[in-house]
Structures are given as C-alpha cells and as structure tokens.
C-alpha cells in the first residue's frame, strides 16, 4: 500500500491555495471529504486526483471510515434488532468484512452474492437469502452452506425448499408479505404494493395462505414475517404503516394456527441524500418511531413483540463511494447546448438512464477561475440516453482531461453495472486514514476475451 496523499491539508475552507469550496462539506459527500491541494479533493485523506493518476479513471474511491460508520450507527440506533446489509447495493470481500465486523449480518439475494460473502469468511448463519426466482441449485447452496434464515417468496418455492430439507434439521423462513404500501423513488422499485412480481399479497388472502402452507412443512420452521416496500425511502411513515400491517396479520396468524412468530423483518430502502439539499431517512427518528410503534400495536393485539430486522443496503454503502471520471470531450452546439463526455456512463452507473435518478458532480485537481455554466455530463455510451447528469453547474472551461467527481456512487452503480460495448466495469480502490489499497482491478477487454471458448 502506497501512501498517497497523507500531509496535514487545510481545512478552512477558502482558505488554501485551490480549496475545493465548502459546499462538499456534508450533503452527498462522505464526512471525510476534504478540500486538498490544487484544488484537490480528499476522501478519507485520499486526494481524488493522484488516486485517479494511479489507478485511471473511471474509478470507485471508496472510504471505508464512511462505510464502517454507517454500519455502526445501525448497530447503535437499533441495538436490540438485527441489522443485515443489503448485499445487492455493492458487495466485495472487503464490504463483507467491514459489515461483519460492526456486527451486521448479510442479506443476499443470489448464489453468486452468497457464495462471494462465504468465501471472504462471512458466518453463513448470519446471512439471509432472497430472491422471487431461486433456483433449486441456490436452494441447495444454501443448504449446503447452513444459511441463517430463507425468505420465501412464491409458492413454487415452499414445496421446493421443504423436499430439500430434513425435518431433524429445519430450515428457518421468512414468508415475504405485500402489505398495500406505495413507497419509493421508481415504480420499477415499489415493492410493497400488488401488480408486482415479489412476495405474497395481504389483500385477497395470498399472504395468510402461504403462511398456513408454510406452517405445514414439518421441515420448515417459520420464524417470521417479511416486508421490504421499496427503495430511497426518505420518510418514516410508509414504515409505521408497514409495521402495522405485518402486526395485523401476526395477530391473524396467532389467532388462527395458535402460533406466534418471533421476527418482524422490514426490509431497507432507507433514502440517502444525492444532492446538496437532499434530506435522508432519519435513522434516530425511524428507530425510535418504529420500534415504539411495534410495541404499541403488539400490546393492544396482546403479542409479544417480535425481533426486529432491517436490511438497509443503499443508506451504508451509497455515500461511501465517490465516482471519478475524466473528460473526454466537451461538445458546444449551435442551439446553446454543452455536452461534457466522460470515460464511463450507463455501464457503471445504470441508475440516471433506468430511473431518471438525480447526480451532481463537481471538478477536482485543477482550480478553475470560470464561472459556472449548464451542461450536461454525458457517458461514453452508444445511446442518447446515456446522461449522468442533466444541467450539472460546472466551470465554463471545462476541458478535455479534467476529473469530475460524483458522490454517493456506492450503491447500486457497480452492483448493477454491465459489459455495455465492452468498456469494462470501474475499478474499485478503498481509502482510509490516507492511504489508498485496490480492492477490485478495473475489467479489460482481455476478460471479455477470456470468456470465448468458440468461434
Ligand atoms: C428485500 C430487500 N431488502 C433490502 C433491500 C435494500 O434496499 P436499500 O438498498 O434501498 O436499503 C432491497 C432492495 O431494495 C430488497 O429488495
Ligand atoms: N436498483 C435500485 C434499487 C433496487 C433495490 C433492490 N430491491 C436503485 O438503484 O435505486
């Protein structure tokens, strides 16, 4: 490991030669930012620019300080629940390691997110698997590995598991409910509301049918209920309601079996911030009003209150990241308008062209004198669609080798970044404490390449 930029920066902004402006104190940029020198911008004592010099660019500066944290403050808001990462936000080696060690389990949602989490030494009894469409293969994986609990999510699957599962040895589950609640930045992430292809719809009795199906399979051991409304949720009320429904069909359950099932997991989809003004999900506010919530409907149905599960994945590794780019080309048209091309796009960062999702950017490693004008930062992609940012306030003199930075890059952009035009995915480099260590190598095209066996 390579020191890179490690000497004492000042941290008064507008006060050093080339200060970054005081503005990426805080919003979307990890606590750790801080401005450099020449007009450098420091992640975790790590300057943007000499990490961009030495690994390339595009790159994934991921501060581990920012990551760690926020896995923690999990820990300590919520100390009597289970905190599970969400996997699918990003996962490496180094990811599960820092969850595990704060203390979290995992949540994963495949056999390839599941075997990458065991092999890095993740406790597979702290893992809990997902998924709409598990294959029989995966099913067995988990088996095989002793997963902690399985979720299940469509009928098919019941019979599946059960016939996989001795009745010595159960298989503890979660039946994944649709409670009827609208939450979350896209449609294509609403999941708590029916027409949708995830879990067992409460209306109409889909729910309390699986749950009666479940409770028959002597292999099975339902543990409890499961529900995850939707993705970038930056309000506590969707999750109050969602409380109240799963205790409803608790209470139903109870009533009904003559069981009473100990877990209550609630999924993620805690918003995070990914513009200067954005607000966040409140974690003090969603822990107190929650948990207090839980214990009031639980009283006046007369349940004991179940254990609590959260599985936030975005809110621990979306700010943790920054996304670096260098400029390309800068394009100004006739009709007024400035396209900024970097070296990436929608390979890496899918999110802007799928869902229309917001990004801001600023320059690092040159101070610019420019005022500011309108652009749009545009990828290196074979689509029109392919806009990182749309009207982005950037310096008038913008130019070709310059490096644009884009926070809260860490979840959801590598995790579900493609092959697009044979680019090859981002490398990933993790700082902390000013030091700088590679965690994933940048894909060349000799990867594609090796994947040939034919012609
Ligand atoms: C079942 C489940 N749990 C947890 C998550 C994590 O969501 P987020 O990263 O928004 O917290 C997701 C993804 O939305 C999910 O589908
Ligand atoms: N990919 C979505 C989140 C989906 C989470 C998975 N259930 C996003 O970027 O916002």
């Not at 920066?9 to 030669?17: E, K, L, R």
């Not at 877990?263 to 003090?284: F, K, M, Q, T, V």
């Not at 009283?299 to 920054?322: H, K, S």
Request: with cysteine; proline share 7%; hydrophobic share 45%.
């Amino acid at each position: 490991m390579t020191q890179l930029i490690a000497p004492p920066v000042p941290t008064t902004p507008g006060t050093a030669p080339g200060a970054v402006s005081a503005d990426v104190l805080g919003g979307p940029w990890p606590a750790t930012a801080r401005p450099g020198r020449g007009a450098d911008l420091l992640i975790g004592g790590v300057g943007l620019a000499e990490a961009a010099e030495r690994f390339g660019t595009p790159l994934y500066v991921l501060d581990e300080a920012e990551a760690r944290g926020r896995a923690r403050a999990y820990r300590r808001a919520l100390p009597h629940a289970e905190v599970l990462y969400a996997a699918k936000a990003f996962l490496c080696s180094a990811m599960a390691d820092w969850v595990e060690q704060e203390g979290l389990g995992l949540d994963v949602c495949s056999s390839g997110e599941l075997w990458l989490a065991v092999s890095a030494g993740f406790p597979a009894q702290r893992i809990l698997l997902h998924g709409n469409a598990k294959s029989p293969e995966e099913l067995r994986l988990a088996r095989r590995l002793r997963v902690g609990r399985i979720v299940i999510d469509g009928p098919a699957e019941i019979a599946r598991l059960a016939a996989l599962v001795a009745a010595d040895t159960p298989q503890k589950v979660l039946v994944r409910i649709v409670p009827g609640i609208a939450a979350g930045h896209h449609a294509a992430v609403r999941t708590g509301v029916g027409g949708q292809k995830f879990g067992f719809p409460v209306e109409g009795g889909d729910a309390a049918d699986a749950i009666a199906r479940v409770l028959d399979q002597p292999g099975l051991e339902l543990a409890g209920l499961h529900c995850h409304l939707g993705s970038q949720i930056t309000s506590v009320e969707p999750y109050l309601e969602a409380v109240d429904a799963v205790v409803r069909l608790l209470a139903e359950t109870r009533d009904r079996h003559g069981v009473e099932l100990p877990e209550l997991d609630l999924g993620g989809g805690h918003g995070i911030r990914y513009l200067p003004g954005d607000e966040e999900l409140d974690l003090a506010e969603f822990a107190v009003r929650v948990t207090d919530r839980l214990a009031v409907r639980c009283a006046e149905a007369d349940l004991d209150v179940p254990r609590l599960i959260v599985e936030p994945g975005r809110a621990i590794a979306g700010p943790a990241a920054v996304a670096v780019y260098r400029v390309l080309s800068v394009k100004h048209t006739a009709d007024g308008r400035c396209f900024v091309a970097v070296d990436g796009g929608m390979s890496d960062n899918p999110r802007p062209a799928l869902y229309g999702s917001p990004y801001t950017v600023r320059l690092v490693g040159r101070r610019s004198e420019a005022g500011e004008t309108r652009v749009d930062v545009v990828g290196r992609h074979c689509e029109a669609g392919d806009v990182l940012v749309r009207d982005a306030a950037l310096p008038a003199d913008l130019r070709p080798g310059d490096l644009l930075a884009m926070p809260a890059s860490g979840a959801y952009q590598l995790s579900m970044a493609s092959g697009y035009n044979l680019v090859g995915r981002p490398a990933v480099v993790a700082v902390k404490d000013g030091r700088a260590r590679l965690l994933i190598r940048r894909e060349t095209v000799e990867d594609f390449r090796l994947r040939e066996v034919g012609r």
